[in-house]
């Protein structure tokens, strides 16, 4: 049985020139349960032998023992976005009441409020602290980098992106390999900084989708309902919530939304009414 200990002790052993020559031959005696078995590390281990660490393959058999490693392979291309990650969220809490709230197209209300929201600057490519298409800051990264609940996900998305892009001859679009692969280890690390992964939609899709469910689980509380809850949490992704809370304090109402929605459309403040007019985009 081909394992991943296997792989690593028979490439261990070959000498540079020959090290492709035994991927192929690993690759070729596995059967397509053990090369769908394979972690990251072998198959990275393998890609390393048949490319010369490299997108180019050495020879036509090097190239069809890619094609056999990348048709039976756990990592595919990831399909559908935003579903796929904002679905690797919803799994991966499925016992808190911030689950089904998330949605796909939550997420995509949400792009589509930030957007309409960008400065002439940032439409120009000109970021300030906050970047992507979910305008998060590094805070918001960490946040998820660190969280138990979604430090897993973060890194088997990065890792699919990844490696399902290597096994088909390229690279993944906006994220680069020696970025998220340790060099010497053979293993895949979330990077530490949010601008080297946000430009890879499935990733960052989860890290909007991964951050909001944080802040909507922080919203949830007894007596509260659930879309209120939403609100809430959409309202401090957005960065309101200290006007959420003066709001509340004004209100003699920290449970319902409603309240705080009318004593900051009262204020006359734009940024105030604005944000309520982000929270009904994103919440219709």
Known sequence: MISGAEVTRRLASA??????????????????????????EAVIRLLE??????????SGLDRSAVERLRKHSRFQPIGALPEHSVNLVRWATPTQAAAPLLSADLIRRLYGAEASRLSTLEKMGIDGSSIGRGQLTQASYD???????????????ITTVALSS?????????????????SGTYRVEA????????????VEDLVVAAYLAIRIKTAIKPGRKPMDALRFGVAVY???????????????NDIDW?????VLLASGSPAKID?????????P
């Open 191 to 202: 990077p530490s900084s949010y601008g080297d992964v946000y430009r890879c939609a499935a």
């Open 15 to 40: 000498g540079v020139l020959v090290r492709d020559n035994v991927a192929q031959k690993l690759i070729q005696e596995s059967t397509d349960a053990e090369l769908r078995a394979l972690d990251a």
């Open 166 to 182: 290597w096994l088909l001859g390229g690279s993944a679009e906006g994220l680069t390999l020696s970025d998220v692969i340790r």
């Open 238 to 252: 957005h960065g309101m919530f200290t006007m959420v809370s003066d709001a509340q304090k004004t209100a003699g």
């Open 143 to 157: 946040d998820v980098r660190k969280a138990s609940a979604y430090a897993k996900e973060l890194l088997e998305c």
């Open 258 to 262: 409603d309240p705080v929605e009318k």
């Open 49 to 58: 032998a048949l490319t010369k660490g490299t997108f180019n393959w050495v």
């Open 275 to 283: 944000g309520v007019r982000y929270v009904k985009e994103v919440v």
